[in-house]
């Protein structure tokens, strides 16, 4: 399996995770298959590049940022002469990769002055923002503790365990039926996203909406983490984040027969539980991030 398929394999079946790691490791992939292109005119190339990025988009449905990221690459080749396509594509990877580690460290920073000293931080799932942060403000000097959930049924919250316990930070990993128990001792919740709506809905892991009402029951603040190129501008014409619905035996192999398992990745967080969203650009109350990302990423609404 060469390079391009073995990464849309991998995305597909979780081997990489997270959605800022999946918008990395899809562009990267596109930009060597679209680099073995033999088409011979301007008109050719543009049908290849939409065909590749299709197929890649096909691999997961509920990942704007890797849309977001790819089609920020490919923005310009409309404009540009056939020679100068496919060598401004790999500049476009480049620059944006770049500019992605960049902001990222200032989402590290934005998020870190939310953890106080001798807080319990409740998470749940695996987000790599989320553990930037959290690195982040271990390196400042401040002493805290992660609460986490397993995250079933591939237990993504053993990852989020692993590299916190080996950063060294104190981290109570519960079942995620104990979430609650999770939050009593919690000061804040910290969570990722994998796409925001128009309407401010926040799509994250199978969970998250039911952990996020007992947080407020328990008046516990509860922060989205996440890149705002995780926003899907296309909800604001009418269509919908497709909620990924994944395999049954996932959650249970050999099941019996005539029993249905609805295997959902995915659940819409309402704005109303969101206390704000933590991105690049600040911190800001759901329908604030929405007008916010209008206002910097004009090219996402052209597309």
């Not at 539980?273 to 090219?299: A, D």
Request: aromatic residues 10%.
């Amino acid at each position: 399996m060469d390079y391009f398929n073995a990464t849309l394999s991998k995305i597909r079946n979780l081997e990489i995770q997270g959605a800022a790691d999946i918008a990395k490791e899809a562009s990267k992939a596109f930009i060597f298959k679209i680099s073995e292109s033999k088409s011979k005119d301007k008109d050719e190339l543009i049908r290849e590049i939409n065909t590749i990025k299709q197929k890649i988009f096909n691999t997961r449905p509920t990942e704007p940022f890797m849309r977001n990221m790819i089609n920020h690459i490919i923005s310009s080749a409309q404009d540009m002469d056939f020679k100068y396509i496919i060598p401004s594509l790999h500049i476009n990877l480049n620059k944006t990769l770049r500019w992605t580690t960049k902001t990222e460290r200032e989402l590290a920073n934005i998020g870190a002055k939310k953890i106080k000293k001798g807080y319990v931080a409740y998470t749940h799932c695996h987000s790599s923002t989320v553990v930037s942060i959290f690195k982040k403000a271990k390196d400042t000097g401040i002493e805290f503790e992660v609460h986490n959930t397993e995250t079933r049924p591939l237990y993504q919250g053993r990852k989020t365990a692993k590299e916190l316990v080996a950063y060294g930070i104190k981290i109570r990993h519960y079942v995620d039926s104990a979430a609650r128990l999770a939050l009593k001792k919690a000061d804040i919740m910290m969570i990722g996203a994998d796409a925001i709506t128009s309407e401010g809905q926040v799509i994250n892991k199978i969970g998250s909406e039911l952990i996020s009402e007992a947080a407020n029951r328990l008046n516990i603040p509860v922060y989205v983490c996440t890149h705002s190129w995780k926003f899907n501008s296309e909800t604001i014409f009418g269509f919908d984040e497709v909620i990924e619905k994944r395999v049954e035996k996932e959650v249970w192999p050999g099941k019996p027969r005539k029993v249905i398992i609805d295997n959902y990745a995915f659940e819409k967080i309402d704005p109303s539980l969101i206390t704000g969203i933590i991105s690049e650009m600040g911190i800001y109350r759901p329908q604030n991030f929405i007008e916010e990302v209008k206002r910097r990423y004009k090219w996402m609404f052209t597309i």
